[in-house]
């Protein structure tokens, strides 16, 4: 039984002759014979000629309505990656547009990764970075997609779930977010299937059952919207539409709903000419049926952050059953269905969709945001992937400009939203004049006021609520720069602390010496080597020795097994920032006598001294260090305490009472049931020192309820 009829080259350009001129028409079918001799010899999985693929791509960009560099750059996207064809040569024979284009879309197959999850995040990656060039990388890269989904029965079921898994993480959602739709629900239709067979063909069932069911009463409201329109001599037309299944399972699983319970998996979309029309159809269809209370919104006055226009509301229809009703222009609807690609359609007489390339300009600025604060491209990928499920809020500068937000935003992704340096500098807001904290979440139609200071930075408990892409990579890179700086600084301290033994410091260090010491230990510069002391990733002894007098002039003495090795104390601020640490098993406050620990990566762990977690001397001595608190230590010290106490009414609360009285924040709480008679109420409370710890529990031994009162940690 033969199959069905392929797509030629003839076709395409047959397709193509309405709206190209017959040069460009002639440019394409050049294009064409290059890629089938470069692919000559190639077969594809299911055996047929390679230019196959290409062709098909090139066909779905042309119902697109793309410009020829775009449908000849697909003719071509996979000859740089699976041919001997070069960049070069594709400028050298087109021109270095399509050349670009062509660049864009391959994967980076030259490189060596660690894992094929690297390898996929930069290539990803690059073609991202490709996008924010030219758009029209990911229209190719989208198209090539989706015929590989169309044409992925004949691979092993593991390769198809994971390149469904990828298309639904990452092409779908894309196609989504620059507003093509049509692409984006044939692209998770097709993952769906794939990906869960099984739940796919139940929820198809169900929908087709249900579908059955409901005829009757859509048809019923169909008529009913139709006489009212042409009673009101109002130009329109109505018709069915059904969510895609896809989108019907994620919202099942997503709000842990049964299938039945959905309201908007059938419904009526009325077509207009004009805004002012689609209003006027509100009216009319909320005079036919009584609107559901708070299911209306406008995406009209306030589009989706991918450009998308339309009025929705929800009616009670007959028998009480809830439809939805969808009211745009033809001009949305275009929009709707190809996004940013409707841009290239003014040429054919279409419609230019200036707010949604806007929009996809807005995002992909976000994108190079991120990838400027990311440290690797598999981070990079991660927070494009928050980027990508935009459930959005909207919200409002104090001037009045509208801001689309991830819903579930917060004031920080706001600030950061708006720029990054206000972001970087916001201590509070004001949401609707009023005083908000930095870790609230917006609501659609609030007005935020950012309040910043000049000395501020990020906090890295940021990051334990910010939602936004943008947000969660500018925290982590301005973290990075911040713990390097602090890593150089605390590096300093500890190589001038050695070097003081041996009548040196690092600035006067000789700079031959230094310079043969970076060259051997492959560091480019000075701050490099302080930082690397600093995150505890090398020895500051050994380095002083080298440095002072090299290692053949200065021989290490012979010293008492209980010697430390860093007689030097270190004095601890408090105010060292993330290269010192203080351990939770023991959590020392000042006043203690202390001890700390090289940590690779993270600089020093500082411990009580009688803590357990320390070690012995013997078996840690390279990696301890000698501490000692500095006269003045400043900031609050986390330190836990146990406080026993009957359980009566109130009890808690007048505990909490007290040590707040006494000037001292609790971070955290929890109660312990002893024996129905007594509880035992864990606190971590802030402190600046032993004393302010003192002052504490002689405080809560005046409760009369208080039994016990110990210090947690050892």
């Known amino acids: 039984m033969s199959g069905p009829p392929r797509y030629l080259i003839s076709d395409l350009c047959a397709y193509l002759e309405p709206y190209l001129p017959p040069e460009q028409v002639s440019e394409v079918y050049r294009a064409y014979l290059f890629g089938a001799e470069a692919h000559e010899g190639q077969k594809r999985k299911s055996g047929e000629p390679y230019i196959y693929h290409p062709l098909a791509v090139a066909r779905t960009l042309g119902e697109m309505r793309m410009d020829y560099k775009c449908l000849i750059a697909a003719l071509l996207h996979d000859v740089i990656e699976d041919t001997p064809v070069s960049k070069e040569d594709l400028a050298a024979v087109f021109d270095d547009e399509i050349a670009e284009l062509v660049d864009g879309v391959s994967k980076l197959s030259q490189i060596d990764f660690a894992s094929r999850a690297e390898a996929q995040a930069a290539s990803l990656q690059k073609m991202l970075l490709a996008m924010t060039r030219d758009i029209r990388v990911i229209l190719i890269k989208l198209a090539d997609r989706l015929h590989n989904m169309r044409t992925m029965g004949v691979m092993r079921s593991e390769a198809r779930r994971r390149i469904s898994r990828e298309t639904l993480d990452i092409f779908a959602p894309i196609a989504n977010r620059l507003g093509i739709n049509s692409i984006r629900v044939e692209l998770e239709e097709l993952g769906f299937s794939h990906y869960w067979p099984w739940r796919h063909l139940v929820l198809e069932r169900a929908v087709q059952k249900a579908a059955g069911e409901r005829s009757e009463l859509l048809g019923t409201v169909e008529a009913a919207l139709k006489r009212r329109l042409e009673q009101e001599d109002i130009p329109g037309e109505v018709t069915g539409r059904c969510k895609n299944l896809y989108s019907i399972y994620r919202k099942m699983r997503d709000k842990r709903r049964s299938f039945s319970d959905l309201v908007d998996v059938f419904g009526l979309r009325v077509t207009v000419d004009r805004v002012d029309t689609c209003y006027r159809v509100l009216g009319q269809v909320h005079n036919l049926y009584k609107p559901v209370p708070g299911r209306f919104k406008d995406y009209i006055a306030i589009p989706k952050a991918n450009g998308y ?60 945001d991120m990838q400027r604060s990311a ?75 950012i309040i910043t200071a000049p000395g501020a930075k990020p906090n890295p408990s940021w990051l334990n609520f910010v939602v936004s892409g943008k947000a969660r990579a500018s925290i982590r890179g301005f973290l990075k720069n911040l713990k390097q700086l602090e890593a150089e600084a605390l590096g300093r301290r500890l190589l001038n602390a050695e070097l003081a033994g041996l009548g040196t410091e690092v600035d006067r260090v000789d700079s031959g010496r230094l310079s043969v010491y970076l060259a051997d230990a492959g560091l480019p510069e000075v701050a490099a080597l302080l930082a690397d002391i600093g995150l505890g990733n090398r020895s500051p002894l050994l380095v002083a020795r080298r440095l002072a007098g090299g290692v053949g002039e200065l021989p290490a003495p012979e010293l008492d097994p209980g010697a430390d090795l ?49 070690g012995s001397l013997e078996t840690k001595r390279d990696k301890r260090l000698q501490v000692e608190w500095a006269p003045e230590p400043d900031g609050d010290f986390p330190v836990e305490i146990r406080v026993e106490i009957n359980n009566r009414c109130g009890a808690l609360a007048m505990v909490a009472a007290a040590i707040a009285e006494q000037g001292s924040n609790i971070e955290n709480v929890q109660s312990k049931d002893r024996d129905g008679m007594t509880t035992a109420l864990e606190f971590l409370v802030a402190v600046r020192s032993r004393r302010h710890l003192a002052r504490i529990m002689r405080r809560l031994r005046q409760i009369p309820l208080v039994i016990r009162i110990v210090r947690v940690g050892r």
């Not at 275009?334 to 390339?357: C, D």
């Not at 990079?380 to 579930?408: A, C, N, Q, S």
């Not at 706001?414 to 609230?440: E, K, P, Q």
Request: hydrophobic content about 40%; overall charge positive; proline content about 6%.
């Open 309 to 368: 226009q339309s009025l929705h509301t929800v009616l009670f229809g007959p028998q009480g059953v809830p439809i939805e009703i969808q009211i745009r222009t033809a001009a949305m609807q275009r929009s709707a269905e190809s996004g940013i690609a409707a841009h290239w359609m003014y040429k054919s007489g279409g419609q230019s969709s200036a707010p949604a390339l806007a929009l996809a300009n807005e995002w992909l600025q976000n994108l190079l």
């Open 566 to 614: 860093h007689p030097h104390r270190l004095a601890i601020r408090g105010t060292e920032g993330m290269v010192v640490t203080f351990a939770r098993c023991c959590r020392p406050i000042p006043g203690d006598p202390i001890a700390a620990l090289f940590s690779p990566g993270r600089g020093i762990v500082v411990h009580r001294q009688e803590c357990r977690n320390l």
């Open 375 to 449: 440290g690797n491209s598999v981070e990079f990928l991660e927070h494009v992937k928050v980027d990508l499920f935009p459930d959005e809020v909207y919200v409002f500068t104090p001037k009045g400009r509208i801001l689309t937000l991830k819903r579930g935003a917060t004031v920080v992704d706001f600030a950061y939203a708006i720029h990054s340096d206000i972001g970087n500098t916001c201590v509070a807001a004001r949401i609707d004049r009023r005083m908000a904290a930095l870790n609230t979440p917006l609501r659609s139609g609030q007005t935020v006021e």
